[in-house]
């Protein structure tokens, strides 16, 4: 198959592409206008309420090399009787984007705006023919596809994400190993087609219509659903909108191979919006074909106090057995190992601190614990991706090798840190009747668990002491110290 040449002005560019009809890993360059390109394969971060979790954008731009970012408008879309307008959507600014400005991301990253966070909390209520359902700070509300095409005119973000009718799983924490994509039921699985088809030409007739330009590149949303299914809808896309459409964004990368059946989609960038879980997992989509990743495990790995130590290419000295893909910092073998976090490293953390201080951090609930963790486990994907590169751009390629090793050295699942993870944010989750809470309580009654009398008492389910005889309790014990260590009530120190 001839791939047809994509316009000079396109923002993706391939440099190499390891298999011939361009469906595979492939080596490539994106570049957006007022960014820095973005090398690819690569990753963007995963934001909550525009904010990478534990890093200010100074120690974004300082301590990493994140080129971009994916931001969920249901992040911002709360409303109240006083507040019809969401605060986002009232942004002024004349130099910057007033998604950039309000969420103050630098100016050198791309962002990237969906609809929903990146996995999405299941709505009860479900989608509707002209509408989704968004989980917001004060809860569910729909979001017709008119509204979020004025939404995007009004916070002019770098890429944008047309309406895609999705279905995610109702579990409100996932294994780390299941998709929340999954759909099984067929005529659901052709609704979902049918409506996503239907939503994108109304995204871009819309804004035709009232003589407004789509500024921002649109990533056309594939579904996790079969081929079979979608084919018609690949069919217009190929057809209709190739020329509009600066990218696509994957919901299951098992679709890709099929991509090839249409050529004016193959040169596209491809942002994958599957959910990974582990850096096998990443590796294995890579070779699929997929040039931008949004990777939720790394966010939560660093919550649980696990410091990435994986490389690629994987070390080739593997008589140790089976290496873990993290180091859990909550262990208290680290309590006096005054080493850098992984030996190598050049992140901040690990040139600056080891590990007895950052075990310290966490057991002590300092912040700073967890935001050393982030600049630590940004930087090991960082360098994981530049591995990968080096290795696409080999002459021969050796990342089929180095990946077959990788998944020989290295364990198939990160690590569970043993300690406390931060405090959860409650729009980011949705609890169902029996569920325990995610944050554990900040307080509780001293010595209740360990003193049954004293917590009946507490309860009002018990009286002891002096009033359980119908006395008053003394200022001042009328006995000596030998009756009240009888009694239990104080020992006698030597």
């Excluded at 396109?10 to 190499?16: D, H, Q």
């Excluded at 759909?183 to 088809?197: A, D, G, N, P």
């Excluded at 949705?430 to 309580?441: L, M, V």
Aim: charged fraction near 20%; charge should be negative.
């Amino acid at each position: 198959m001839v791939t047809p040449e994509r316009d000079e002005r396109a923002m993706f560019k391939i440099l190499k592409a390891v298999v011939g009809d361009g469906v595979g890993a492939r080596l490539g360059t994106l570049s957006l206008p007022k960014r820095h390109p973005i090398d690819t394969p690569n990753f963007v971060g995963l934001t909550a309420r525009g904010a990478i979790p534990h890093l200010t954008p100074d120690n974004i731009s300082k301590w990493s090399e994140l080129g971009g970012v994916y931001i969920a408008l249901e992040d911002f879309m709360e409303t109240t009787r006083k507040k019809k307008s969401p605060p986002l959507l009232e942004m002024q600014s004349e130099d910057i984007e007033p998604l950039h400005a309000f969420t103050a991301t630098p100016s050198h990253i791309v962002t990237i705006l969906g609809a929903r966070r990146h996995p999405a909390i299941s709505s009860p209520i479900g989608n509707a023919k002209d509408s989704i359902s968004i989980f917001t700070s004060t809860g569910f509300q729909k979001l017709t596809n008119e509204a979020y095409r004025q939404s995007v005119g009004a916070v002019k973000p770098d890429v944008v994400i047309p309406l895609a009718d999705m279905t995610y799983s109702r579990a409100t924490v996932f294994t780390e190993t299941k998709r929340r994509t999954n759909v099984t039921s067929s005529k659901r699985q052709l609704r979902m087609v049918e409506r996503t088809e239907d939503w994108l030409p109304e995204f871009f007739a819309a804004s035709e219509d009232d003589g407004d330009i789509i500024t921002p590149s649109v990533f056309a949303p594939l579904l996790p659903v079969s081929y079979a299914t979608q084919w018609e809808y690949f069919n217009r896309l190929e057809q209709d909108f190739a020329s509009k459409l600066s990218g696509l964004a994957v919901y299951d990368a098992d679709i890709l191979p099929d991509l090839g059946n249409h050529g004016p989609l193959v040169p596209l960038p491809r942002l994958s919006l599957d959910y990974i879980a582990t850096p096998q997992e990443i590796l294995r989509q890579v070779h699929l074909g997929i040039d931008v990743f949004s990777l939720p495990f790394l966010n939560s790995i660093s919550d649980a106090g696990i410091a990435l130590s994986f490389t690629f290419p994987p070390p080739s000295d593997s008589s140790d057995g089976i290496k873990s893909l993290g180091i859990n910092m909550w262990s208290s073998e680290h309590e006096t190992a005054v080493k850098p976090l992984v030996e190598g490293c050049k992140c901040y953390a690990c040139t600056k601190h080891h590990r007895a201080f950052m075990h310290h951090l966490l057991n002590a609930k300092e912040m700073l614990g967890w935001t050393l963790l982030q600049v630590h486990n940004y930087q090991v994907i960082s360098d994981f991706f530049a591995g990968i590169r080096a290795s696409l751009s080999a002459e021969p390629p050796t990342f089929e090798k180095y990946s077959d090793d990788f998944m020989r050295v290295y364990d198939s699942e990160l690590p569970t840190g043993t300690g406390t993870r931060p405090r959860a944010r409650g729009y980011h989750f949705k609890s169902r009747g029996g569920d325990d809470k995610i944050n554990p309580p900040g307080w509780e009654h001293y010595g209740a668990e360990s003193d049954p009398a004293l917590a009946g008492e507490m309860a009002g389910l018990a009286v002891t002491g002096a009033a359980a005889e119908g006395k008053e309790t003394p200022l001042i014990p009328d006995a000596n110290a030998m009756e009240l260590d009888k009694q239990g009530f104080a020992e006698i120190s030597n």
